[in-house]
């Protein structure tokens, strides 16, 4: 993923969150990156995450998501947090499907749509991919929290939730399927 934001400025002053490379910059990376996937591994899927909409505007978001479908890119991602874009947040939804109907070849909606954006809504508006607006990192963090609040507190670890964690590591790695297998081509 290549992204236009330069670095975080400091989190106290919420007006000032990102920074962004200037547009001439970001296309000439987003180019080179193409280039280079196009000679070495034309399987290597390119995401353009354009965060300039939180900065610069709106308008600026579009004109650079449109210059990386031009240039080829498989997925934009446009990343506008809402308190920060200048449309009203009743018109994100609106603004998604401008990206998609701008011709992008696909559109990933992460953190801009408008608070309760649904993977429904993103079907809606043509989108081929959705991240939610809160992904999964939080439950992973949540889970970690818990492990290690209960190890400071009582200086162990639960039997139970130590079963539960291994009843879902089995689950993930299908195991029931290949436990399965075995019990009908092996006496």
Not at 73 to 83: A, E
Not at 91 to 113: H, T, Y
Not at 117 to 133: H, L, Q, S
Not at 135 to 154: E, K
Request: glycine share 8%; net charge neutral.
């Amino acid at each position: 993923m290549i992204s236009d934001r330069k670095h975080l400025m400091h989190a106290r002053d919420p007006h000032n969150l990102v920074e962004v490379l200037p547009r001439a910059e970001y296309l000439g990376k987003m180019g080179a990156i193409i280039e280079a996937r196009n000679k070495l591994d034309k399987e290597f899927i390119i995401i353009s995450r354009i965060d300039a909409g939180a900065i610069i505007g709106d308008d600026e978001a579009i004109a650079r998501a449109k210059a990386c479908a031009k240039l080829g890119v498989d997925i934009i991602q446009p990343q506008t947090p809402p308190p920060l874009a200048q449309f009203p947040e009743k018109d994100k939804v609106g603004l998604c499907a401008l990206f998609k109907a701008m011709g992008a070849p696909e559109v990933m909606i992460w953190g801009m749509g408008p608070h309760g954006f649904t993977a429904k809504d993103c079907e809606e508006i043509g989108a081929k991919m959705w991240v939610p607006r809160y992904s999964p990192r939080s439950a992973v963090v949540d889970a970690l929290f818990g492990v290690y609040q209960q190890l400071y507190d009582t200086g162990d670890y639960t039997p139970e939730r130590n079963a539960r964690a291994m009843e879902n590591s089995r689950r993930l790695k299908g195991n029931d399927f290949w436990l399965e297998l075995e019990n009908k081509y092996v006496p």
